[in-house]
C-alpha cells in the first residue's frame, strides 16, 4: 500500500498520513472508543465505492446503477441481523449520533419526556445534556449512580419513571464501567408504558460476541457506532423491532440524512463478517481480561476507580488523589507515549476541559496483541509516569519501556513501507 498519487498531488496530507502512522504505531493506545481497523476495512473504505450515490435502499433506490452497492448494503444488514439478533436493521447512519436523533425524532414528539443517563456518571453527551440540540427540543431527564456502589439505583430509577412518565427510558454509556441489568429497565418501562431504547455504541463488540448482556431482543430500539469494541470503521446502525422498520427507516433517510455512504457500508459488512468469526470472541474474551489487569494494577498502586470496578472494556479514574487533574494527567501521559482522555468523574467539583479524572479502556491494544500482562505493565506505566511527573528523567524511562511495549505488536507492519 503505497501512497504514490498521494505524494504527487498533495505531498502534505501525505506526510500527515505517514506521521499519524507512525503516531498509532509508537504508542500505548489507551482511549475506549478507538480500534484499529483491518488492512480489509481499510481497502473497503478507499474503495470506488465512494463514487457512487444511492439514495434510498436496497431496491427501492431514487438513482439507477445500484445493483452493486445494493449487494453491500444487503450483506452488511444481513450480517448484523445475525450478530445481534436484531428483527430490522439500518446500517445508513453517519455515526452515533445521528443514529440516536434519528430515533428520538422517528419515535417522539418535540416536548416529550426521555430518562437518559446523566453523562458525568457515564452516559453520553446526546442523551441530553443541555449544551445538545435535541435537549431544546425534547424533555431530557437524567438519572445517576449510586456513589457508594457504582450501580444504577434502579429502584430510584423506577420512582422517577412514576413521576415523570418518559415517553423512552434510554439506557447507554461513554464512561461506565458496569453492566446493566435490562431486563429491570424493560420492566419499568413496561409499567409506564414506555419505549426502550440502548445506545451499546461503546459495547457493540463485546454483545456481539456474546461476553455481555444482549438488550436487542428485549429493547425496541438499540442503537450503536461500528467503531469502538465492533472494530469497523467510524460509523453508525440502528437496530429495532419489525414494528418499528417504517418509522425508523423514514427517519433516516429521507427525514435526517441524504445519500448514504456506501464505501463506508462496506467497510460495516467487512467488519461484521470479522465479528461474526470464532477470532472475534477471543479477541472480546481477552478485552475482558486485559482490563481486570490493568484495574487491579492500578488499584495496587492507589488509584481511585470510579464505580467500584470495571465489567467491560473501560476504566473511569479518579486522578486527584495523586495530586494531579484530568487534564494534567493526558498531557503528561501524551509525553510518554501512552493515549487516553481527560474524562469528568460523577458529581466532578471540576470542568469539562479540565476534569477530575481520566478514561481509559483495552480494545486498541487487545487488537495489537496484548495480554494480561502487557497491560500490568501498562498499569506500571501509568502510576510510574504520574508518580515521576517532576522528574524528567523518570519520564524518559517510562517512554522507553512504553516503546519497548509496543515495539514487541506491530501494528500494520505492511504499512511499513508506506
Known amino acids: 500500500m503505497q501512497l504514490q498519487y498521494l505524494d504527487k498531488q498533495d505531498p502534505q496530507i501525505a506526510e500527515a498520513i505517514r506521521h499519524e502512522l507512525k503516531r498509532q504505531q509508537n504508542v500505548i493506545e489507551l482511549i475506549p472508543s478507538e480500534n484499529f481497523v483491518s488492512l480489509a476495512v481499510?481497502?473497503?473504505?478507499?474503495?470506488?465505492?465512494?463514487?457512487k450515490y444511492s439514495e434510498g435502499y436496497p431496491g427501492n433506490r431514487y438513482y439507477g446503477g445500484t445493483e452493486n452497492v445494493d449487494v453491500v448494503e444487503n450483506l452488511a444488514i444481513e450480517r448484523a441481523k445475525q450478530l445481534f439478533g436484531s428483527e430490522h436493521v439500518n446500517v445508513q447512519p453517519l455515526s452515533g449520533a445521528p443514529a440516536n436523533i434519528a430515533v428520538y425524532l422517528a419515535l417522539l414528539n418535540p416536548g416529550d419526556t426521555i430518562l437518559g443517563m446523566d453523562l458525568s456518571h457515564g452516559g453520553h453527551l446526546t442523551h441530553g445534556h443541555p449544551v445538545t440540540h435535541m435537549a431544546k427540543i425534547f424533555n431530557?431527564?437524567?438519572?445517576?449512580?449510586?456513589?457508594?456502589?457504582g450501580l444504577i439505583d434502579y429502584e430510584n430509577l423506577r420512582q422517577m419513571?412514576?413521576?415523570?412518565?418518559?415517553?423512552?427510558?434510554?439506557?447507554?454509556y461513554s464512561a461506565y464501567s458496569r453492566e446493566i441489568d435490562y431486563e429491570k429497565i424493560k420492566n419499568i418501562a413496561d409499567e409506564v408504558g414506555a419505549l426502550t431504547m440502548a445506545d451499546i455504541a461503546?459495547?457493540?463488540?463485546l454483545i456481539a460476541a456474546g461476553v455481555m448482556k444482549n438488550p436487542v431482543r428485549l429493547f425496541d430500539v438499540v442503537t450503536t457506532t461500528t467503531h469502538k469494541t465492533l472494530r469497523g470503521p467510524r460509523g453508525g446502525m440502528i437496530m429495532c423491532k419489525a414494528k418499528h422498520a417504517t418509522l425508523i427507516?423514514?427517519?433516516?433517510?429521507?427525514?435526517?440524512q441524504g445519500g448514504p455512504h456506501e464505501h463506508n457500508i462496506a467497510a460495516k459488512a467487512v467488519a461484521f463478517g470479522e465479528a461474526l468469526k470464532p477470532e472475534f470472541k477471543e479477541y472480546t474474551a481477552q478485552i475482558l481480561k486485559n482490563t481486570k489487569a490493568l484495574e487491579a494494577t492500578l488499584k495496587n498502586h492507589g488509584f481511585k476507580i470510579c464505580f467500584g470496578q470495571s465489567d467491560n472494556h473501560l476504566l473511569l479514574i479518579d486522578v486527584t488523589p495523586k495530586n494531579i487533574t484530568g487534564k494534567e494527567a493526558q498531557n503528561l501521559l501524551d509525553t510518554v507515549n501512552i493515549t487516553c482522555n481527560k474524562?469528568?468523574?460523577p458529581n466532578d467539583p471540576r470542568k469539562p476541559m479540565d476534569p477530575s479524572g481520566i478514561r481509559?479502556?483495552?480494545p486498541a491494544m487487545t487488537t495489537r496483541g496484548f495480554k494480561e500482562a502487557d497491560f500490568a505493565e501498562v498499569g506500571e506505566l501509568i502510576a510510574a509516569a504520574i508518580d515521576n511527573k517532576d522528574n524528567p528523567a523518570g519520564l524518559e524511562e517510562v517512554k522507553k519501556r512504553a516503546l519497548t511495549l509496543t515495539a514487541k505488536y506491530p501494528l500494520y507492519p505492511e504499512l511499513n513501507n508506506l
Open 343 to 345: 474524562n469528568m468523574i
Open 202 to 205: 461503546h459495547i457493540a463488540g
Open 249 to 256: 427507516d423514514k427517519s433516516v433517510f429521507p427525514g435526517f
Open 360 to 362: 481509559v479502556g483495552t
Open 42 to 51: 481499510l481497502e473497503a473504505l478507499g474503495s470506488v465505492l465512494t463514487n
Open 140 to 149: 431530557f431527564i437524567r438519572y445517576k449512580t449510586e456513589l457508594d456502589t
Open 161 to 172: 419513571a412514576l413521576e415523570h412518565k418518559p415517553k423512552l427510558i434510554l439506557v447507554g
